[in-house]
């Protein structure tokens, strides 16, 4: 494979699969498959703690590979040639898609390729609002298109490597599931095999893609670009006229190719829903209902593969929803993350030291360490400088880390890279203007600039020699374009691709070596641990009264796609921003009354905030506090990290309620519940238990107190008769 500059590796593409035996061509492999009738899977998969296991076998006739795992199912015709022509959701039986397309297509040296697929015979054209059995028969080869030569079924492989070194949620990685991978041969110009490879996971109704080009001529070529998805999709809906919003199909689609924003959509960079003017018998007069998935990068890539290199793709993820209500597909997507990318389950307590001389960094560390905070981090402001080479202060450095293991405390630091100007050599150059500026931040260096390469050994170096374990990457990467002749991309049409490439090599790297990650960017999938939750930086500097409403908002409109350990929250404990006495916790002990909200809201969402000052307390009585929440925390941690049900948004009229749920764990769930107002609330209060798996009954307790046993509705809520003063905290607990 390619390498581009001092960091830039492949790894983050599907590999080649393991457990594969020798090749063979599809139609070879499916006859030795036993015959397989995708059938739903019992129960619900999302309280289910039993996930069907990922099976692969062939139709009736063998002239079809079936791959299913309860959940979703996906069929090819392989003969007379390769082609997806089924993408069933089970639980509904309904399908996704309804026509179909090449496998992939790629463009090299100018010249666009359709990787596999089938068409309608001669004279024999096909409606292409769905696809019958009997159209299946009426397929036949695409000439025009690279043929596949060979099928291997296998496991999935891992991106990169975690290596475990906190505490997180026990899943397997790579997860357990079937890998297939259709090699794709063209004899073009400039000969290429493309392999595609598909992945389905157990218990996961969802379907990840990638590709990888080779050069397998004598001579160099371009690869201009690549589709590594295009489905026709069943519409979600069907008007007549334009329409502003058509309704997307009932897909959740991604990419590890996500930047730029802290959520799914803002992330988004090669999820394009495109209409399909093929399609004459959809119901919109102007043949423009989006209902035609193309993944494929804004620009490029636009590298040249030497004979015997290659090039992988990123990875889409294609994930079935099984329906319309909000809480039910955002569990599913929390579900997938959770998978995907494990790492994200870490979730240490961190305080943001703002000092960085010696002793204000060990009295944080003696602080973090008794109150049972797990992490450190310098952080901005703090005067600490990652880029300094000064040998004085790596060893000053590496004596807080060993400070910190002695206290078991880990510790490290800020480091910002995009936001800000370095030189007109190495700033990204804006296509427009021929000038540096334009970029998305304004000013920002180009990664492949000499600077960059730079920049990035500097973190290699730094992180093995000192021994932290914990970088915020600020500002990171987030996704300009470089119209700059003297940098290691070769134009302005690869220059996001292979900065791309530079960023998620490090932060694979990062993932192998137990380095924890806070990234204010949607790099989860790339290896980063953690993004902000979602809030108003300013709003920090709002009264204190004003923050914590803000907070619990912030977390309840947070935690739709992000489970709590994703998101960071933020904690003022000295002034940021603005806002003076009234919007800053210290002195600590003097606001005992907010800092108390603080920690019970960020720590009873099972959310980490950016905890920022100089230390954790002041007095006994405000260390006894936070050591008390943070008790707290950790006797419930499991439920507390498990998926936040969206009971009531915060909105300081009446009770603040959040719910915390789990079938897997003994104590099955646990409710939040606050008082905003200057007033005592009295009132049921009615609580939806049926993700937590319990039925019938269960067993509740307040406080930690005393149990007793409750009855539930058919559809598993139950009622509690709560009564809070005001500015009250209380939680319940459920289990069988």
Known sequence: MRFHGVCVTLVLAATALTGAARAETPAEVVRGLSELVP?????????????????????ADARELVL????????????????????DELSSGRSILRAVEPEARVTVDGVTLDVGGLVARAGEPLDRAFLRDVDRERLDVDPAALVCEALEIGKPTAPFGWKRVRHAEQRPWPPPGVALEFRYRGATPKPCVVRVRYTLYDGLPLVEKSL???????????????????????????????SREFGRPDLDVFSDYAFGGGDLGSSSRVVQWRDDPRYGTQVNYRLQTPCLLVCTLPRGPSVELAPGESEASFRVFELACDSTERERRGLSVRRAFRTLAPWCTENPLMLHCTRSDDEGVRAAIEQAAAVGFEMVILSFGSGFDLESRDPALEARAREWTRFAREKGVEIGSYSLLSSRSIGPETDVIDAATGKPGGALFGSAPCLESDWGESYFRRLFEFHD???????????????????????????????QWTQ????AHFYGWARERGLYLNVPDFYYLAGSSKCGMGYRETNWSLPRELQLLHARQNIYDGTWEKTPSMGWMFVPLVQYHGGGEAATIEPLD?????????????????????????RLYDTERTKELVRRWVQFFKAHRAILESDLIHVRRPDGRD?????????????????????????????????????????GSARVAERDGASRTVSLSTDSKVVLDVSLPSQGITWYTFTP
């Open 212 to 242: 990888e080009v080779e050069n397998v001529g004598t001579e160099s070529f371009v690869l201009d670009a690549f589709e590594v998805e295009r489905l026709a999709a069943v519409e979600w809906s069907s008007p007549v006229e334009a």
């Open 39 to 59: 059938r739903r899977a019992r129960g619900d998969w999302l309280v289910s703690t039993d996930a069907e296991p990922t099976r692969v076998g062939r139709s």
């Open 590 to 614: 003097q606001h005992l009354d907010a800092y108390e909200q603080h920690l019970a809201t960020n720590l009873g969402a099972g959310v980490q905030a950016c905890y920022r000052g100089p």
């Open 500 to 503: 791309w490439q530079t960023i």
């Open 655 to 695: 009770l603040d309620v959040w719910l915390h749920v789990n079938p897997a764990l003994g104590e099955r769930a646990l409710a939040m519940v606050f008082n905003p107002t200057d007033r005592t609330l009295a009132r049921p209060l009615e609580l939806p238990l049926y993700y937590s798996g319990l039925r």
């Open 465 to 495: 020699s000192v021994g932290f374990t914990l970088l915020e990457h600020d500002g990171s990467y987030p996704g300009d374009f470089c119209a700059a002749t003297n940098h290691r991309h070769r134009g302005l049409a690869d220059s």
């Open 68 to 87: 299913s795992n309860g959940l979703v199912a996906l069929t090819w015709r392989v003969v007379p040639g390769v082609a997806r022509v089924a993408f």
